[in-house]
């Protein structure tokens, strides 16, 4: 995840401080020990003073929750700004260029991150601990490579790292901000919360983040130290410039009562070498909390912002001596943003009579949406009038009436920003406002195009929810319609709700007095697509190990006939694939029931040949007796094969009688 906010406690810098005053003789020794083995083996490469050096006190400006775009407010008094290289097409550093803009290029190299392009490269050797609080994240085992079992992997890690710093000097970068350069820190958990393994000491992490500033300016790249201040006097010669989070918020590991800040007070500023330094609003704090601390904090270039770091130039706050004082509202690009809330009175309560969505251009905002539970802070309309879903998981929606019977058709212009998962979504409820069946199509074009959505709705529908949903997904969602088609013969696929022969399964039982548990037989009913639906013969033909670790079993009396499938765990699943037809309508039913105080559902899933989700539909399960439920899906194109899928979340599940049919 991108701003890499601290994640250690106050407290645990208080303790570390009064341990450490009590012994600093011998921590002194032991730096000046491991200093004089650096100057040993290290040799800081020859031509460092010639990489761009920003100077003392220069303005800056992070933006790595959101992409550049060349409708953001820039300010002439900011010109070097700090992105993430790999969430920016290559066009935007070279808009930034134009704009005379020396351009920070963000990586991470010291944790994994399951959404990179990149991230089936790295070793599962050197994959260690969760990186507390941001999901998909791992710490990295960054030792040298004669320490690894397998040195090989150690060179493929520094493989990768010379990758990325090579397709970020192809794509304009200036300079470097690497992340994660302090896995040596005792407080970083590095093996879950158990006793390690083994240790990454605090000389093998100066031996990498040698390796990486040399690596940089290797390719003609300045590099800054991020965070990290325990190494600042040791990497100086090595770093053009510094980069920190919050260092008033921690306080000095080794001089009691004093910030992180005044690391840099001691080495970088004395060097002539910039200091960039971001507060977060979300602390509680102001500018006029630090900017009284420039007398003590001489020439550190600070700027005030929120955790998402989305704002353009303009929009996050600095002080005196490196702000934009009169100039910020005269950028012509600004003003642009006034004319957009004027429209909001009129389109909002008219929609076009064609369209049963209400401000489907966003041209009024957020107006007629509403965010869903999982919506944060990164969710808005930017000037271009486009929805924008980006950090963390992300929910909108806009809840209409609907009829059964009739086919819904949502189509938007869309396109999602990197390699993390979005979708958009039709919810069918029925008058209690309880959902009974759902559609959801994955996007995953990265550049914008027309994305379709089409759905009957079952018996019983009486409102339709319409949604979009990204995980840091950089979602941007432009132009939707949705229409319902109520003309001659197609509605007529609502025998969707044919799966009345859902008591049909009833003949499913036939086989089972017939099957003896001790000799399984790959049993289908001919007109079942599903191998073992009754899950008669344990979990045969079902693929359990693609969730979770909870527990997927079969019980002798735990279904509705005998037999039954039980699913219980945080996020666990039991999934059988099969070969589907383009166009062909396909219905699941089971008998199921939900005992746990969490969600789940049954579901149908079609992938592409290269194994892509290009279409989805699931019903949740929510009542705690057995009850039949249905989904009802059309295969889109490129379809090769379908899913079925039975899921939990933080839940209990019981199934039995599953029943996959082709309709008609």
Known sequence: ?????????????????????????????????LNAQVSDTQVLGENASNYWQPEVGTAWHYQIGRP????????????????????????????????????????????????????????????????DNWAGERWLDIRPVEKLDNPADGEKLREIMRSRFTEAANRGCDAIEPDNLDSWNPSINLNNGQPREFE???????????????????????????????QAADLLDYYDWALNESCTQYLHPTIAGVSECQFYQDTFIPQNKAVFWVEYEEFGN??????????????????????????????????????????????EPEPTPDPEPTPEPTPDPTPDPSNLLANANFTSGLSAW??????????????????????????????L?????????????????????????????????????????????????????????????????????????????????LSANESGEQPTPAPEPTPEPEPSPEPEPSPEPTPVPTKPTPDMDAENLLYNGDFEFDLKSWRNASCGTGIVETLPASGVDGAGLRIKGDSDCADQTRDAAIGQAYTLTCDAKNVGEGYAEIGLYFENSNGVMVRSGATPVESTNYQTYTVNVIAPEDTITIITDLYVYQSEMYVDNCYLSAVE
């Open 1 to 33: 995840m991108k701003p890499r906010m601290k994640l250690r406690l106050l407290l645990t810098f208080m303790v570390s401080a009064f341990i450490l005053v009590g012994c600093s003789t011998s921590t002194n020794e032991q730096m000046d020990s």
């Open 68 to 131: 550049i775009s060349t409708t953001d407010s820039f300010s002439d008094d900011v010109k070097v700004y700090s992105i993430d290289v790999f969430d920016n097409e290559p066009e935007n550093i070279t808009f930034l260029k134009s704009k005379d803009i020396k351009v920070i290029c963000y990586i991470n190299v010291g944790a994994w991150e399951i959404w990179r392009a990149d991230a089936g490269e790295f070793p599962e050797s050197l994959k260690l601990g969760n990186y």
């Open 200 to 230: 990454i000491s605090y000389q093998d992490q100066l031996e990498y983040n040698i390796f990486l500033a040399d690596l940089a300016h290797e390719l003609g790249l300045s590099i800054g130290l991020k965070s990290n201040v325990e």
């Open 286 to 331: 102001q500018t006029s909390d630090f900017c009284p601390l420039s007398g003590e904090l001489t020439g550190m270039s600070f700027m005030l912002g929120r955790l998402e770091l989305r704002e353009d130039a303009t929009q996050v706050e600095r002080c005196e001596a490196t702000s934009t004082p009169t100039p910020v509202p005269n950028p």
């Open 370 to 399: 509403s965010l869903g539970e999982c919506a944060d802070n990164a969710i808005f309309v930017d000037t271009n009038n486009q929805l924008n879903l980006g950090l963390g998981d992300s929910c909108i929606g806009q809840s």
């Open 401 to 481: 009436q609907a009829r059964e019977g009739l086919t819904y058709d949502l189509s938007c212009v869309a396109r999602k920003g990197n390699n993390t998962y979005a979708e958009m979504s039709l919810f069918f409820e029925d008058g209690q406002g309880e959902v009974i069946s759902v559609a959801h199509l994955p996007i995953i074009n990265n550049s914008f195009e027309t994305v379709n959505l089409e759905e009957f709705s079952p018996l019983g529908t009486e409102y339709l929810y319409v949604s979009f949903y990204g995980y840091n997904a950089d979602l941007r969602v432009d132009s939707c319609v």
